[in-house]
T-cell receptor
């Protein structure tokens, strides 16, 4: 079945460590997105990519980095510069910018 | 800057009752989405509203869009326990030419609890 796969489901980060969250889709979607969700809050856009080898900052990009070397993959790195990384991270994709976004199951990141 | 506000943020309903969740946004847009999220889970797309006056219905949920008022509503009819979840609206911001910027701005979410 087509869908979006995020891994791992749970991730723990030590102080000063970079961690990478994986997002893979087999929907042949051009656009991919990363959101952060804090408890009791809505989703905030971190980065998005409309096409391979291109991406744009969202509303809260500081402390994060992404790459889009393949259409199906859009990994997110949470760097040590992100001082409050504990959150639920959701990856989404859409066939183009004008159509509904489909979401993965999320990765819950915590600090050790 | 586009702001999207939902109210109420918390809604406790009795089974069988009706209620409406409101979604206001601050900038012209004619494309709005409603999503459902169960605790600890991902988001499930419920409705896509693509024009002024659009109305969509699925089961006990009905969504509408008034682009002039910059308002969308999600109406719940005869609530049942299975509808307990968090509901988000999200707005697709477009430029003056009508082209989407390709990113959604979400409301804070409405936590709905339906009890007997």
């Amino acid at each position: 079945d087509g869908g979006i796969t995020q891994s791992p489901k749970y991730l723990f980060r030590k102080e000063g460590q970079n961690v990478t969250l994986s997002c893979e889709q087999n929907l042949n979607h051009d656009a991919m997105y990363w959101y952060r969700q804090d408890p009791g809050q809505g989703l905030r856009l971190i980065y998005y990519s409309q096409i391979v080898n291109d991406f744009q900052k969202g509303d809260i990009a500081e402390g994060y980095s992404v790459s889009r070397e393949k259409k199906e993959s859009f990994p997110l790195t949470v760097t040590s510069a992100q001082k409050n990384p504990t959150a639920f991270y959701l990856c989404a994709s859409s066939i183009d910018r004008s159509l509904p976004q489909h979401f993965g199951d999320g990765t819950r990141l915590s600090i050790l | 800057e586009l702001k999207v506000e939902q109210n109420p943020l918390f809604l406790s309903m009795q089974e069988g009752k009706n209620y409406t969740i409101y979604c206001n946004y601050s900038t012209t847009s004619d494309r709005l989405y409603w999503y459902r999220q169960d605790p600890g889970k991902s988001l499930e797309s419920l409705f896509v509203l693509l024009s002024n006056g659009a109305v969509k219905q699925e089961g006990r949920l009905m969504a509408s869009l008034d682009t002039k008022a910059r308002l969308s509503t999600l109406h719940i009819t005869a609530a049942v326990h299975d509808l307990s979840a968090t509901y988000f609206c999200a707005v697709d911001l477009r430029n003056a030419g009508g082209t989407s910027y390709g990113k959604l701005t979400f409301g804070q979410g409405t936590i709905l609890t339906v009890h007997p």
